[in-house]
């Protein structure tokens, strides 16, 4: 296993600093060392105190780790003092430690300095020229350039001067410039790169800087090149903002657990798609209520992205007799018409992420309703000209014109369809498991 560790300040409400990056190195699949230079009491709404920890401990807690367990990669965070800073760039040197990442934390969101001009000056002349990369932000990038930045060709010559002090590459940050996509710039001593993302509309971003830096350390400790180092913990760190915390009452923190979890939270969809598929199987048959076009079962990931974050049945089911069989195992993209579906309906309430299409008939719509379930309709007759032009946007804004006429969230969303497209209905739920029993006792009272 590769080893990270973290030179940086302790967060006590778990956000940012050590807590962060431990989290991220851990998730990311490295084992976390940690050296701790400085201990915070804060909490989502700012920092309240500063417990400083001297450099004869911070020297002993390098030599304990770096002496025994060592370290694939480094990275630094909060150092608040120039003596931090140069026992941190001493004992860099001495272990020899290649894969080093700069977090260069000098500036605080409210814009208060955290590292005074001698601290700066050592932060310059001793532990930048050492870096395999530097990662400010635009604020720390004005402070060590000492010139203002209001666009990406200003971040641009912002990285070329912080090059010229020694490092390797500079990564400067681009998520203070407004606007709606966010751009970072890489600059490797010759040529400039453009990471971009889309800016996502949330408080929630405590931790971006440690969570980024420390993703970069790890892609480094695991042999990528730092080109692609910084890719990836571009990726993981967006994705860690769009599943952010609303933690707190103030700037919650981002969440790379939900990264990390996606490939468990991907095969969980699976599975409960094929205990639902046993089930319809096992309780009678349901053939009946299969449409022309047959039908699918969907299943979304939490906080699902676009289609492919949406597990179907590729071939949908097909009738053999009363009994059915699904042509291949659930695979994710399979479906954009259930996605479509399901897309919509999490932007209305986040849990209601399976669905599956059945045979429309009014009297299967009247034993819905009978049955308690919450039945809703749209009607393609007043679909908007632009919607009907757009390939695939029918499905997204009949749905979504069910749900916002409905009192309640509904379990069926039917439509009677037009020249060319068959009538259908929906059965909506939070689990394919819940579909499924939905759709079993639809089957029972049709028969």
């Known amino acids: ?253 981002t969440n790379p657990y939900r990264v990390a979890a996606r490939d468990w939270e991907r095969y969980q969809v699976i599975e409960s798609l094929k205990s639902a598929v046993k089930m319809l199987g096992e309780n009678g048959t349901i053939t009946h209520l299969f449409p022309e076009v047959q039908s699918n079962l969907a299943y979304g990931l939490p906080m699902p992205l676009g289609y492919e974050d949406v597990a179907a049945f590729p071939g949908r089911f097909v009738r053999l007799g009363k009994e059915f069989v699904a042509v291949k195992d659930p695979q994710f993209g399979a479906s954009r018409h259930m996605a479509n579906v399901i897309l919509t309906a999490v932007r209305f309430r986040s849990d209601m992420r399976s669905a599956m299409n059945i045979r429309y008939d009014e009297f299967t719509v009247r034993k819905c309703l009978e049955l308690g379930l919450t039945v809703a309709k749209f009607d393609r007759k007043d679909e908007p000209e632009s919607i009907k032009r757009k390939e695939g946007s029918t499905l997204v804004w009949g749905v979504a014109e069910a749900i916002r006429h409905s009192n309640t969230f509904p379990d069926i969303i039917y439509d009677v369809g037009e020249v060319g497209k068959e009538p259908m209905i929906r059965v909506l739920g939070t689990t394919p498991e819940e579909v499924a029993e939905k759709v079993i006792n639809i089957a029972r009272a049709t028969l």
Do not use: W
């Not at 400083?52 to 630094?76: C, E, H, M, N, W």
């Open 1 to 253: 296993m590769k080893k990270v560790v973290t030179i940086a300040g302790s967060d006590s409400g778990g956000g940012a600093g050590i807590q962060a990056d431990l989290k991220t190195i851990t998730l990311l699949g490295a084992f976390g060392t940690s050296v701790i230079t400085a201990l915070t009491a804060q909490n989502t709404l700012g920092v309240e105190g500063i417990y400083p920890v001297t450099r004869d401990f911070v020297g002993k807690q390098l030599d304990a780790v770096l002496s025994d367990i060592g370290a694939d990669a480094a990275k630094t965070g909060m150092l608040d003092s120039p003596g931090l800073v140069s026992v941190v760039s001493a004992k860099i040197k001495e272990y020899g430690l290649s894969n080093l990442v700069v977090d260069p934390v000098m500036v605080a969101k409210s814009g208060h300095r955290l590292l005074s001009e001698d601290g700066k000056k050592a932060l310059v002349n001793e532990l930048i020229p050492q870096a395999l990369i530097v990662t400010p932000n635009i604020p720390e990038a004005e402070v060590i350039c000492g010139m203002k930045i209001n666009s990406v060709e200003d971040m641009e010559k912002a990285a070329q001067s912080i090059r010229q002090l020694g490092c390797s590459y500079v990564l400067v940050k681009g998520g203070h410039l407004e606007g709606d996509t966010l751009v970072d710039v890489l600059f490797d001593g010759s040529d400039i790169y453009h990471f971009q993302s889309k800016r996502h509309k949330t408080p929630n971003t405590h931790g971006t800087g440690c969570t980024y830096s420390a993703a970069i350390a790890t892609f480094l400790a695991m042999e990528y090149d730092v080109f692609e180092a910084v890719a990836k913990a571009k990726k993981f760190v967006d994705l860690a903002i769009y599943f952010s915390h609303p933690i707190g009452k103030g700037h919650g923190p």
